[in-house]
């Protein structure tokens, strides 16, 4: 399907030509977009007269002969939707050729910054990592990376980016669990800093990704220690920096009040688990 965008008034402003067949036209020269859609993109380097464009349409071999006589280059671009701030976001699913990439993204960076975008995100599953090199080239940076997959992007506009940084702090908890007789859990760690020190300490982990601070206290007294417990409170939460590969650190202390009183301790990770009076 040819679409063409046309500024005289006596044609309609759109006008679409279904491939295959013959449409015949006036012969006034219809001045085209700098991109027009061929099934896939073709970008057209000049304007071109409504003939021509009946003449693309007899056949595909026809289409590429006029298209080298007229420079217009075909080109496939890059599947994207439009994010919410001005730009877009690509997510790769298909395998391909490094070049061949190389040239499609090339193109779809011509077209964004025709049409004004802003920022451009480019997803990459880790199968596909042979075209990460092709796209810094073109100069996009990692963003940040999951196990699956490696975010990229990319500023068009001239000046500083205004693109959110990657996410800045991890979030910790630890819990205060005391019974009715005032006996608060304490565990000794296998790892970590504490490993052989002979220190107790609360049970600690790190809340997961969709998790809430108090789910997250509950689970890990649960993991470490097998202890049912709910929740109460947040006791205190500090902030700290480059606690983790340069990362902030949150971390928040829950009061849970526990429900089951059998310590089994978690043999992957915790030494020793018990209760030790509070007074």
């Not at 049970?203 to 997961?208: L, Q």
């Amino acid at each position: 399907m040819i679409r063409i965008l046309c500024t005289y008034p006596f044609l309609s402003s759109t006008i679409n030509f279904p491939l295959g067949r013959t449409t015949l036209l006036p012969s006034k020269v219809c001045k085209g977009y700098s991109f027009l859609h061929l099934g896939n993109w073709v970008r057209a380097k000049t304007p071109f007269s409504t003939r021509t464009v009946s003449a693309l349409t007899r056949s595909r071999s026809g289409m590429e002969q006029v298209l080298v006589e007229n420079e217009v280059q075909q080109v496939r671009l890059l599947d994207s939707v439009n994010d919410e701030h001005g730009g877009v976001i690509v997510e790769l699913s298909e395998s391909m050729d490094s070049k061949v990439f190389a040239s499609m993204l090339k193109a779809s960076l011509a077209l964004w910054r025709s049409q004004g975008k802003r920022g451009v995100w480019i997803k990459v599953p880790i199968e596909l990592v042979n075209l990460v090199e092709a796209a810094v080239k073109e100069g996009f940076w990692f963003h940040h990376a999951e196990p699956k997959y490696l975010m990229l992007a990319f500023w068009i506009p001239e000046g500083a980016h205004t693109l959110p940084a990657n996410a800045s702090h991890r979030v910790g908890v630890g819990a205060f669990v005391m019974n009715k007789k005032r006996e608060v859990l304490v565990v000794q760690e296998k790892s970590g800093i504490f490993r052989g020190e002979g220190v107790w300490k609360f049970p600690t982990g790190v809340v997961d990704e969709g998790e809430d601070i108090c789910a997250a206290a509950i689970r890990e007294v649960k993991e470490e220690t097998a202890i049912d417990t709910e929740f109460l409170e947040v006791l205190a939460f500090r902030q700290s920096h480059k606690s983790f590969f340069e990362k902030s650190d949150l971390f928040f202390v829950c009061m849970l009040r526990p429900l089951s009183f059998d310590i089994e301790k978690q043999e992957s990770e915790i030494e020793d688990a018990r209760v030790f009076s509070y007074k």
